[in-house]
């Protein structure tokens, strides 16, 4: 028959079992950081040897290790990423430092901090940007990301070379991009959600220098060419059926509010055309105002503002009338309810493409 153990041996097996089972979770916990930690690095090198195969600039520092034990972080400093010359859209990017972390339990994406001023080279655009707080969300999938969400806080924007003394800014500012180089005809190439929250702009427009919220979602369909000049890029993508769906348009800006979506493509001429709907309150002080800047004819902005007011509803008494009315654009010429409202700049398209 076996023997008992004694009081003494029974009591100190409870706080041992513990501490086994203490030691075993730190000692997976440690081991769980390291290979996450290392999954992160692979998985940069990796995705930095891809481009750098097909024919992108990629490059960074030594990575540095840290977050344990809340999380798995690894530290990219100097970092550069630029586009191939065949890319559809060129550009370069740069960081002085982007940390990329994973929180467990969600290993179903990756944050990236970017905590230090960025500057972005977007065809020969140069744009300068900074935010008390910008993340990046990737998915974590098989194969490179072609998409995510960037979150952005006190965000400063700034293109210095066209622009010295303007800077645009934004107390919150979220947007999602998702690529898809393989779509179809019927299927959205790219797909584009911006939403900006207390935009101050670099010059007072008519209803003062503040932007209290704008917002939209860009679906663009049709090939994403991959030579190196945006005429010619431009003219395959039209040739091709290509277009944009807007949905989603919302803007608060002074007395006006308003919304609508829209479907544009490119003429003959290049230039945008297309058609729409748009729903405003505050349309009557907003036509005022563009009289008044000299970016409306007063004859278009007294018919258009009577045409509107007979159509124009009131949800209650004492709210502001809304209307909602078709847009046209052809031509260069914005009309609303038939009427020509605007005519616009002509986009400036390269006379001369590079490498000719």
């Excluded at 034990?69 to 859209?89: C, K």
């Excluded at 210095?160 to 303007?166: K, Q």
């Excluded at 919150?172 to 207390?198: K, V, Y």
């Amino acid at each position: 028959m076996p023997r008992p153990l004694d009081r003494r041996a029974s009591g100190l097996l409870l706080p041992a079992t513990v501490l086994a089972v203490l030691l075993l979770g730190l000692l997976g916990h440690v081991w769980l950081w390291h290979a996450t930690v290392r999954g992160i690095e692979e998985g940069m090198a990796r995705w930095a040897a891809e481009r750098q195969a097909a024919g992108w600039i990629v490059s960074y520092g030594r990575p540095e290790r840290g977050g344990w034990p809340f999380s798995a972080s690894v530290r990219f400093p100097s970092l550069l990423i630029a586009s191939a010359p065949t890319s559809a859209l060129a550009f370069a990017w740069s960081a002085g430092r982007a940390e990329a972390r994973i929180v467990p339990p969600d290993f179903s994406e990756v944050l990236i901090d970017l905590p230090d001023p960025q500057i972005l080279v977007l065809e020969d655009l140069d744009l300068r940007f900074a935010a008390e707080r910008l993340l990046l969300r990737l998915p974590v999938e098989g194969g490179s990301p072609l998409g995510g969400r960037v979150e952005a806080e006190r965000l400063r924007l700034a293109a210095p070379e066209r622009l010295p003394e303007h800077v645009l800014q934004a107390e919150r500012l979220i947007a999602t991009l998702q690529l898809r180089p393989d779509a179809t005809e019927a299927e959205s190439a790219l797909t584009l959600s911006l939403r900006a929250l207390g935009i101050t702009l670099p010059r007072p427009g008519p209803f003062g220098a503040r932007v209290e919220e704008a917002a939209l979602t860009l679906a663009a369909s049709g090939p994403l060419p991959g030579r190196r000049g945006l005429r010619a890029r431009a003219e395959i993508w039209r040739d091709a059926g290509g277009s944009v769906a807007l949905s989603g348009l919302r803007l608060l800006y002074g007395p006006v509010e308003a919304e609508g979506e829209a479907t544009l493509a490119l003429d003959e001429s290049l230039q945008p055309m297309g058609a729409g709907r748009l729903a405003i309150s505050g349309f009557e002080p907003a036509l005022a105002a563009l009289a008044e800047a000299g970016a409306l004819a007063r004859p278009a902005a007294v018919h258009a503002a009577i045409a509107l007011r007979l159509i124009a509803r009131s949800p209650e008494a004492g709210a502001p009338a809304w209307v909602e009315v078709p847009l046209l654009l052809e031509n260069r010429t914005l009309s609303v309810l038939r009427i020509p409202l605007l005519r616009l700049p002509p986009l400036p398209w390269p006379s001369v493409e590079p490498g000719h």
